[in-house]
């Protein structure tokens, strides 16, 4: 992978850059020595390194289990017990099911009701399993659905319901865990040191990730070499780094909002996990970079308008995937009734390619910022690359915003607020408060 921000220098100077070394390598000593805001949970900076051999092998028996014992698994979880998964499915799977795919089926991230049972209806007759992702077992939207899809298991299988459910939790100590040990559920570990959307990389998704069939020890490959790299390089040679330090430096003039956009549709939901990652980590003390997302070409005829003359509050990083899965030959047409015949013999992904430069050329005039991240292909390995880059970089931009990147407060006041109008015991009097407004 390599960043290029070339572009870039028509906003920042390099000596603007170069400026902001020392604040950078203070920012990588905290996350490294643990001295920082947040220092409790920073197990995420080294676990590709130290997850055991055991417990990759441990999620590989229960994946195979799964397989072998259901039709598809159902992942219960929200925010960062799901996205990350998510992404890694979206990213590593083909477009189009195949005769010998695995289904890896999603719920706890809503409460719609009619999302909820129709899942229900849909796996009323089909043999399943559930993996349940929560730290304590008690946040709503989870809690809720694993009330209802657990009841549907032990209707299915009675005593034997418990071969079905698999809980990836904090171990000895929550709801969730005490209610796995009494009912001899399988349990993989949360690391306490671990937030959930930095947890990718740990069982809440390598264990979903390997029962779909995705060889997670490439991902844990490509993560180890991107924290080789990214702990160890020098300032002006480190990716992350440069990444970090140049977005902290387009926000400081006035770039407020950034885009990930990609021309692979395989990546939307990676940048669903890459908003959770920035949204939770940066938005605080009325501070940070609002994060965003385009899939290019499809929202050049949406959003691209705006992108290129709206309000200049806006910067964007390209992941350029640059060897393509597969191919397609723009043939010649005796009538050309579409004009396309200039075309004739250049590959699809060329046309996508040349679509990308043509609009980093338009966007930059427009005073737009471009940063583009070049990815070999798709691929575990690189997915693992991709994630890591992605964590070492925001720990080190909060730190350069002097937030703290590690907590997410403010997710607690809708909570406190939604507990207080369902009438949640000892939040009497706040349901009162609301109930005036």
Known sequence: MKLDYQSVLEFVRKSEIESLRED?????DNLLNKTGAGNDFLGWVNYPREISVEEIKRIKEAAEGIRKSSDLLLVIGIGGSYLGAKAGLEMLKGYFPKEDDFPILFIGHTLSSSYTKELLDYLHDKDFSIN????????TEPALAFR???QLLEEKYGEEHHKHIFVTTTLNKGALYHLAISKNYQ?????????????????????PLASSGIDIEAIIEGANQALEKYQKQDFLEN??????????LL???????????????????????YKQLFGESEGKDHKGIYPSSLVNTTDLHSLGQYVQDGERIIFETVLNILETESDLIVHKEADDFDGLNYLAGKSLDEVNKQALKATAIA???????NLRLDVLKINPHYFGQLVYFFMFACGISGYLLKVNPFNQEGVEAYKRNMFALLGKPGYQKLRE???KK
Do not use: C, M
Request: charged share 25%; net charge neutral.
């Open 132 to 139: 349940v992702i929560s730290k304590s077992g008690t946040t």
């Open 239 to 248: 990716d992350a780094l440069l990444y970090a330090a140049i977005r902290n």
């Open 433 to 435: 408060e609301l109930e």
């Open 251 to 273: 926000y400081q003039k006035g770039k407020k909002i950034e885009i990930l956009v990609t021309y692979e549709p395989k990546l939307t939901f990676f940048s669903e996990w």
């Open 363 to 369: 966007h930059v005039e427009g005073g737009v910022p």
């Open 148 to 150: 209802f899809f657990r």
């Open 24 to 28: 950078v390598e203070k920012a990588r």
């Open 187 to 207: 349990v993989f570990s949360i690391p306490e040191d671990i937030g959930g959307r930095y947890s990718v990389l740990t069982p809440v998704g390598l264990l």
